[in-house]
């Protein structure tokens, strides 16, 4: 996105809990595939990645949003949008690379979770993708208070003399 003349923002809902139960790792993909789909095919513009959150006793559900002002589809498009291996527009995105497999697995990953996905997209002016995937509360505690608490419980070691691998995604 660094090398494209693109808006990003971000907007986080204030009622969104602290501490979720849920699959972190899989949630966290289904934001990066479609916010990875919004780059490629949004050359200028703006995305918009909002979170909003609705909480009812114990759960949570989330709506993740990515907007775009990218490309937009057409509703032939937007019909196999969700098949495996599916392009469109082949000659006028030969410099996008993919398989074609990104939106089915992150359709795939979202119903797993037992929730929803919803596209709307007009040809030339950009695609919003919806995405709501129900949570449960494990904290509702104010997110800066939660942040506070745990950099006071990180605690330093010491190395010296030893050989040390850091992995880091």
Do not use: H, W
Request: proline share 1%.
């Amino acid at each position: 996105i660094g090398s494209k003349p693109i808006d990003f923002k971000i907007l986080i809902d204030e009622n969104l809990p602290a501490v979720l139960y849920g699959d972190q790792m899989r949630v966290k993909q289904v934001m990066i595939n479609l916010l990875t789909n919004a780059v490629k095919y949004t050359n200028e513009g703006r995305i918009i990645f909002q979170i909003r959150a609705t909480n009812d006793k114990d759960i949570c559900t989330l709506e993740i949003q990515v907007q775009d002002t990218g490309m937009g589809m057409t509703e032939e498009a937007l019909e196999q949008l969700f098949v495996r291996f599916q392009r469109f527009d082949e000659q006028k995105n030969s410099k996008v690379e993919g398989t074609g497999l990104g939106m089915a697995i992150t359709k795939g990953l979202v119903e797993l979770m037992n929730g929803d996905i919803k596209v709307k997209s007009k040809y030339g002016e950009g695609s919003t993708f919806t995405v709501t995937i129900d949570q449960k509360i494990v904290l509702k505690k104010e997110r800066e208070e939660v942040i506070e608490e745990t950099t006071e419980e990180v605690k330093t070691f010491n190395a010296s003399g030893q050989k040390v691998l850091v992995v880091d995604d």
